[in-house]
C-alpha cells in the first residue's frame, strides 16, 4: 500500500483558507499552473471536487468544508511536532524519570536532587534503580532515563557522558577503632579485617591492586553488595570500610575517616544517557540539576 503525498495536506489547508488557486499559489510560492495540478492531485485522492466555480470564484463542497477544520489541526500539529521546543513548561510537566546508580548516590544526593526538582516542576517524579554492573541496554532500550558511575569499557560507544565530580576511595572505621589512633601505614591498614564490596568478578578490586606492589594482602572478612552495607557493619564492629569518599559522604557522619596511606589513583563519576535524549528539554532540565547538585555537595 503506497502512503499519499502529506505535503498535500498543506495545499489543502491553503486552499481551503484561501478559496482561490491564484491567492493560493502566491502564499505558497508557486505559479498558478502548479497550484491547479495540486488542486486535481487533491481532487483525485479525495475523490472530491473540493472547491467549484461560483460565478468568477471558488466554493467549497460540502467535503471540503467538512475537512476544513480537520485539516487545519493536521497542519497545526505536524509543524509543531517538526519545531524545536522554544520553551519547557516546567509547572506543567508530569514525567517520571528512571535514574540507575549505584548505592550511595540516593543516600548523599536523592534529597537535595528531589527538592531541586520539586521546587520547578512539582509532576515530575523520579525512581532511582539499583546498578548492578555498567551494561548500557537499559539506556538503549528506554527504560533507564539517566545513570551515573564510572565510564568502562563496557559502556556503550554511543552513549553520551559527562563528569559530575572526582572521588578517591577513603578508609572508614568506627568511631574509637584502634586505626584511629598513632600513625597509619600500609601494613597498618592491611592488617585489619577488611569487608569487601562485591564486584564484577569478586570483592577484590583497585584496593588490592594498589597494595600488591607493597607486598600486602587485605584480610577479606566479610563481602556484601555496596556501600551502605560496608559502612553499617564498620559502624558497629572493629571491621575497616573501603569506600569512595563523595559518594558516602553523608554516610560516614559519626564515623572516622582517613586518606589511605598508599597511593591510588582518583577516578570520575559521571553521569551517562542515550543520544536520543540529548536534545529533550526536560532531560536536559535534569542533567542540569544533577550537576548543581553534585558539584554543591561537597
Known amino acids: 500500500m503506497s502512503l499519499p503525498d502529506l505535503n498535500l495536506l498543506i495545499t489543502l489547508d491553503v486552499l481551503l ?58 497542519v497545526h500539529d505536524g509543524v509543531a511536532v517538526l519545531r524545536p521546543v522554544d520553551k519547557l513548561d516546567l509547572a506543567q510537566l508530569a514525567r517520571t524519570f528512571t535514574i540507575r546508580t549505584r548505592e550511595g548516590f540516593v543516600e548523599n544526593f536523592g534529597a537535595e536532587l528531589i527538592t531541586r526538582l520539586c521546587a520547578d516542576a512539582p509532576g515530575v517524579r523520579l525512581r532511582f534503580v539499583p546498578k548492578p554492573d555498567k551494561d548500557s541496554t537499559g539506556l538503549r532500550d528506554g527504560s533507564i532515563d539517566l545513570e551515573t558511575g564510572v565510564v568502562g569499557k563496557s559502556t556503550g560507544p554511543e552513549v553520551r557522558t559527562q563528569a559530575l565530580f572526582r572521588d578517591r576511595f577513603v578508609g572508614v572505621v568506627r568511631a574509637g577503632h584502634a586505626l584511629a589512633e598513632g600513625a597509619l601505614t600500609p601494613e597498618r591498614y592491611a592488617a585489619g579485617e577488611h569487608i569487601g564490596i562485591a564486584r564484577e568478578g569478586g570483592a577484590k578490586g583497585p584496593v588490592d591492586d594498589a597494595l600488591m606492589p607493597l607486598g600486602l594482602e587485605r584480610a577479606i572478612a566479610v563481602t556484601v553488595a555496596g556501600f551502605s552495607q560496608a559502612l553499617a557493619l564498620a559502624r558497629g564492629s572493629e571491621l575497616v570500610a573501603t569506600v569512595p569518599e563523595r559518594h558516602t559522604g553523608l554516610l560516614r557522619g559519626g564515623m572516622h575517616s582517613f586518606a ?20 529533550d528539554p526536560a532531560h536536559r532540565w535534569l542533567r542540569g540539576h544533577v550537576r548543581a547538585v553534585c558539584g554543591a555537595l561537597r
Open 260 to 279: 589511605l596511606p598508599f597511593s591510588m589513583p582518583e577516578f570520575t563519576v559521571s553521569m551517562l544517557w542515550h543520544p536520543r535524549l540529548d536534545a
Open 17 to 74: 483558507a484561501e478559496g482561490s488557486v491564484a491567492r493560493s499559489a502566491r502564499r505558497l510560492r508557486l505559479s498558478p499552473s502548479a497550484m491547479s495540478r495540486a488542486l486535481a492531485r487533491l481532487r483525485d485522492s479525495t475523490g472530491d471536487p473540493l472547491l467549484v466555480r461560483a460565478g468568477r470564484g471558488l466554493v467549497p463542497t460540502p467535503r471540503a468544508i467538512e475537512l476544513r477544520e480537520q485539516v487545519s489541526q493536521l
